[in-house]
């Protein structure tokens, strides 16, 4: 009887194991996500709706990238950013997001579409997303093996389209994207908030200051140096 039990201790703890492991790794997930959310909201680099919630999983849009990659990158202080307006017809100087959107044209950090169109409210994948950020950020010119073997430990890096591979192979190499546990990037699915927030708190991360070497102090036995 006691052999029985143990038997069905055994099969019950199997079979809730990967159940309690998956809640690890979510509740992880959670907390890095919950701190580079806090980190690019502290930045102002993102902010909260005016409910106070960041809600991570609306999708990000054109226009929200935009002003995103505009604050980032300090994009209005590059000399692009002076010329003429682009024409939009469905961009009008009273939409929230117009001067980002005429300073990301007109530095050719996004394009706009045939008849003078934004599509401000379109959101993006992560593809896009991707290429727009390393666009701004610097797009490494690899070589195509490069890219290849950048590329060739995630499983689905076959459905990464041709204009956005050194793109993303850029921002793979500076270790600014986070994967599944299999290392895919699901590059056609739109881009979260919350996914944005996790390159950009990566970003971030690289951009602060790296801490002084200490002077180590001498003991009055040490001798002086001239």
């Avoid at 052999?3 to 998956?22: G, R």
């Avoid at 930045?43 to 960041?54: H, I």
């Avoid at 579409?113 to 994948?125: A, D, E, K, M």
């Avoid at 070589?143 to 990464?160: Q, Y």
Wanted: hydrophobic share 40%; net charge neutral.
């Amino acid at each position: 009887m006691r052999q029985f039990i143990s038997s069905l201790s055994l099969v019950f703890l199997l079979q809730n194991l990967p159940a309690f492991q998956l809640l690890q790794v979510a509740q992880a997930t959670s907390s890095d996500s919950s701190e580079a959310i806090q980190q690019v909201v502290a930045a102002k680099w993102m902010s909260n709706s005016s409910d106070g919630k960041f809600y991570p999983e609306r999708f990000v849009s054109r226009a929200e990238l935009a002003a995103i990659m505009v604050k980032v990158f300090r994009l209005d202080k590059r000399q692009a950013a002076s010329k003429e307006n682009v024409a939009t017809a469905d961009v009008p100087s009273s939409h929230w997001a117009f001067n980002d959107i005429q300073t990301v044209l007109k530095t050719d950090i996004m394009k706009g579409y045939r008849g003078n169109l934004f599509f401000p409210n379109q959101r993006v994948t992560k593809a896009e997303a991707l290429a727009i950020f390393a666009q701004a950020y610097g797009v490494f010119q690899f070589p195509e093996d490069t890219v290849k073997d950048i590329l060739s430990s995630h499983p689905d890096a076959a459905s990464i389209p041709t204009w956005a591979r050194q793109a993303i192979a850029t921002v793979i190499s500076e270790g600014f994207l986070t994967t599944d546990a299999q290392g895919n990037i699901f590059p056609l699915r739109p881009m979260t908030r919350g996914d944005m927030a996790d390159v950009l708190s990566k970003y971030l991360q690289r951009q602060q200051k790296q801490p002084d070497t200490p002077v180590v102090p001498t003991s009055p036995d040490s001798p002086q140096l001239p």
